[in-house]
């Protein structure tokens, strides 16, 4: 037993959304979360400058705009993957909150977090390898991706977890990769920026729950 | 939910708000005795939290709204459920981890919508710490294999039977203690607090809004010292765990009263070393056990 | 009536409707609503309770250049 007891399961053809106590709880939580940030208006940073008063720095309309849409898109996937059973329809969803990761900070017009979101670029493109790869293992070592099948299988898939787990680290930013990332939230606009955390985050858990399930 | 159930978790609330603060409190204490101070009352913290629970607030200019006042709320829900999810109802360890990794968001937020530099700074050396949160998952899955269910009340029973984990598990019992010291006030892990960028991510919610964090600050302590205690030593009743409560404030007030604030970059250093161990003991006991 | 105050009616209004919908729902949506009941009321309580500020000037705060 790892999620606490299982609600429901919601088939839509074969891919089927399972509503356990784990999955419905980060599911509400990043749903919560997305209407937070379409609510929440950016706040102003003071920054210092090197001659006469600090300056307030607010964020136009259309960088605003933009950044929220891609905020909103991560929340969605997030909550997507929260709920998904399916190793590659959740390889999908991660490599989605990547893409929107990098499209929150895009829009900011300062150059080191240009730079900072580039290399998370990088390596997140770089991470779909093993993410991918182990993915298509599993499938080739099993026959099956669902997780609910995964589950009663009983075959030793050490490797491909491996794989899988650095794929979700790299596409995360966490741990080993994060220096680009931790750079990234030097953007102002913190709403959208604490999205990129929170999804992160949220994966991880989901990523641990899924490897500790197959 | 009836009558008699609320009354008992309005008063698991209070009692783990109390207990949480009062150890707080004692915490304050032997590291002022450490220090040949002779240091604040126990009930210090309690204090400091009615009286911040009764000052005025104004908004900053600069804040980033609902965000900036939704942070102290989302504080208080999320370990809130942490105490219904763990002592009530005894549920998956994974979801009180997930929760847990709820109040690097809390800090994160806290920091970035009140728009301070410190406040900032103190978000961005939350993320750095989020490396602390790499040993928990080891810890989490370490437990798994060993017990074959992740239910708090199927690792207790599990330990009725074959002895406290503690033993079984030290290394991973080292790694949660870890978290815990990283949690207390004044550790030397303690960078998204640190005085050097004024109170962190707290700078700007002050008040009222600090009020609230304070209590789930309390809080906070109170779920992470039972959980500690009731996956590694197997005491689930909240008042049998109070003398062990104790016990590990006084050992954590005893390190944190000797360390000084280590610099970030050591602090995350020195947690990856310990994450990097878990994850050697998780790799040894999946191939060869 | 300033914003801080606002909210407050807000928070009031929610840990209202969470304190009644408790009651009246079963299981793990009424712990639900109880989490919701807690720091909101403190809040909205709260707000109401604490002195007017006596800011000069409203949320500029020191520290900060101002």
Same mark, same amino acid.
């Given at each position: 037993?790892?999620?606490?007891?299982?609600?429901?399961?919601?088939?839509?053809?074969?891919? *089927? @959304?399972?509503?356990?106590? =784990?999955? !419905?709880?980060?599911?509400?939580?990043? %749903?919560?979360?997305?209407?937070? /940030?379409?609510?929440?208006?950016?706040?102003?940073?003071?920054?210092?400058?090197?001659?006469?008063?600090?300056?307030?720095?607010?964020?136009?309309?259309?960088?605003?705009?933009?950044?929220?849409?891609?905020?909103?898109?991560?929340?969605?996937?997030?909550?997507?993957?929260?709920?998904?059973?399916? *190793? @590659?329809?959740?390889?999908? =969803?991660? !490599?989605?909150?990547?893409?929107?990761? %990098?499209?929150?900070?895009?829009? /900011?017009?300062?150059?080191?977090?240009?730079?900072?979101?580039?290399?998370?670029?990088?390596?997140?493109?770089?991470?779909?390898?093993?993410?991918?790869?182990?993915?298509?293992?599993?499938?080739?070592?099993?026959?099956?991706?669902?997780?609910?099948?995964?589950?009663?299988?009983?075959?030793?898939?050490? @490797?491909?977890?491996?794989?899988?787990?650095?794929?979700?680290?790299?596409?995360?930013?966490?741990?080993?990769?994060?220096?680009?990332?931790?750079?990234?939230?030097?953007?102002?606009?913190?709403?959208?920026?604490?999205?990129?955390?929170?999804?992160?985050?949220?994966?991880?858990?989901?990523?641990?729950?899924?490897?500790?399930?197959? | 939910?009836?009558?008699?159930?609320?009354?008992?978790?309005?008063?698991?609330?209070?009692?783990?708000?109390?207990?949480?603060?009062?150890?707080?409190?004692?915490?304050?204490?032997?590291?002022?005795?450490?220090?040949?101070?002779?240091?604040?009352?126990?009930?210090?913290?309690?204090?400091?939290?009615?009286?911040?629970?009764?000052?005025?607030?104004?908004?900053?200019?600069?804040?980033?709204?609902?965000?900036?006042?939704?942070?102290?709320?989302?504080?208080?829900?999320?370990?809130?459920?942490?105490?219904?999810?763990?002592?009530?109802?005894?549920?998956?360890?994974?979801?009180?981890?997930?929760?847990?990794?709820?109040?690097?968001?809390?800090?994160?937020?806290?920091?970035?919508?009140?728009?301070?530099?410190?406040?900032?700074?103190?978000?961005?050396?939350?993320?750095?710490?989020?490396?602390?949160?790499?040993?928990?998952?080891?810890?989490?899955?370490?437990?798994?294999?060993?017990?074959?269910?992740?239910?708090?009340?199927?690792?207790?029973?599990?330990?009725?039977?074959?002895?406290?984990?503690?033993?079984?598990?030290?290394?991973?019992?080292?790694?949660?203690?870890?978290?815990?010291?990283?949690?207390?006030?004044?550790?030397?892990?303690?960078?998204?607090?640190?005085?050097?960028?004024?109170?962190?991510?707290?700078?700007?919610?002050?008040?009222?809004?600090?009020?609230?964090?304070?209590?789930?600050?309390?809080?906070?302590?109170?779920?992470?010292?039972?959980?500690?205690?009731?996956?590694?030593?197997?005491?689930?009743?909240?008042?049998?765990?109070?003398?062990?409560?104790?016990?590990?404030?006084?050992?954590?007030?005893?390190?944190?009263?000797?360390?000084?604030?280590?610099?970030?970059?050591?602090?995350?250093?020195?947690?990856?070393?310990?994450?990097?161990?878990?994850?050697?003991?998780?790799?040894?006991?999946?191939?060869?056990? | 009536?300033?914003?801080?105050?606002?909210?407050?009616?807000?928070?009031?209004?929610?840990?209202?409707?969470?304190?009644?919908?408790?009651?009246?729902?079963?299981?793990?949506?009424?712990?639900?609503?109880?989490?919701?009941?807690?720091?909101?009321?403190?809040?909205?309580?709260?707000?109401?309770?604490?002195?007017?500020?006596?800011?000069?000037?409203?949320?500029?705060?020191?520290?900060?250049?101002?």
């Amino acid at each position: 037993m790892i999620d606490g007891g299982i609600f429901g399961i919601v088939p839509f053809g074969d891919i *089927i @959304f399972k509503y356990s106590m =784990f999955s !419905t709880i980060g599911f509400v939580i990043a %749903i919560t979360f997305t209407i937070l /940030v379409y609510l929440t208006k950016p706040e102003k940073q003071l920054e210092a400058q090197k001659f006469g008063e600090d300056k307030l720095i607010d964020i136009p309309l259309h960088e605003l705009k933009n950044r929220r849409y891609m905020a909103i898109v991560c929340g969605i996937a997030t909550a997507g993957a929260m709920l998904t059973q399916d *190793i @590659f329809d959740f390889a999908l =969803f991660l !490599t989605l909150v990547g893409i929107a990761n %990098i499209g929150i900070v895009s829009a /900011v017009k300062r150059e080191h977090v240009l730079n900072a979101s580039f290399q998370y670029g990088l390596t997140s493109i770089i991470a779909t390898l093993p993410l991918f790869g182990a993915s298509a293992l599993i499938l080739a070592k099993t026959g099956t991706l669902s997780i609910l099948e995964l589950h009663h299988l009983n075959k030793n898939l050490l @490797f491909e977890k491996i794989l899988y787990g650095l794929g979700m680290a790299g596409e995360t930013g966490v741990a080993p990769y994060y220096a680009a990332k931790a750079e990234m939230f030097r953007a102002p606009g913190s709403p959208y920026i604490l999205m990129i955390h929170l999804s992160s985050l949220l994966l991880i858990v989901r990523t641990v729950e899924i490897l500790l399930t197959i | 939910m009836d009558f008699n159930e609320f009354f008992y978790l309005i008063n698991l609330t209070v009692y783990a708000f109390l207990i949480g603060s009062l150890l707080l409190g004692l915490h304050r204490k032997i590291m002022a005795k450490i220090q040949l101070r002779p240091g604040p009352p126990i009930i210090q913290y309690l204090l400091h939290t009615l009286k911040f629970y009764f000052k005025e607030i104004t908004f900053p200019i600069t804040a980033g709204n609902p965000l900036y006042i939704f942070m102290p709320i989302l504080q208080i829900i999320v370990w809130l459920s942490a105490l219904i999810l763990a002592v009530k109802l005894e549920s998956s360890l994974l979801i009180i981890i997930g929760l847990y990794v709820l109040q690097k968001i809390v800090e994160h937020g806290c920091g970035l919508s009140s728009g301070s530099p410190y406040g900032k700074l103190g978000g961005v050396r939350s993320v750095f710490s989020a490396a602390a949160e790499i040993p928990l998952f080891a810890v989490v899955s370490t437990v798994y294999i060993v017990t074959n269910s992740l239910i708090i009340s199927d690792i207790v029973s599990y330990q009725q039977i074959h002895g406290p984990l503690i033993l079984k598990l030290p290394i991973s019992a080292f790694a949660f203690f870890i978290l815990l010291v990283s949690k207390a006030p004044n550790s030397p892990f303690g960078i998204v607090k640190g005085k050097d960028i004024v109170s962190g991510y707290l700078t700007e919610h002050f008040g009222l809004l600090a009020g609230l964090i304070y209590i789930g600050d309390a809080i906070a302590y109170f779920v992470l010292l039972w959980l500690f205690i009731a996956i590694f030593l197997g005491i689930s009743n909240i008042f049998l765990a109070l003398p062990f409560m104790i016990l590990i404030t006084f050992i954590i007030s005893i390190i944190n009263g000797l360390t000084p604030l280590l610099a970030p970059h050591h602090s995350v250093m020195l947690q990856i070393t310990i994450a990097i161990v878990v994850l050697l003991d998780l790799l040894h006991r999946v191939i060869f056990l | 009536m300033d914003i801080e105050k606002k909210v407050g009616i807000v928070c009031l209004i929610i840990g209202m409707l969470s304190f009644i919908l408790m009651f009246i729902t079963n299981g793990l949506i009424s712990y639900l609503f109880y989490i919701l009941f807690v720091p909101n009321i403190l809040y909205g309580v709260g707000i109401f309770i604490v002195p007017k500020t006596r800011r000069k000037k409203l949320g500029k705060i020191p520290f900060r250049g101002y």
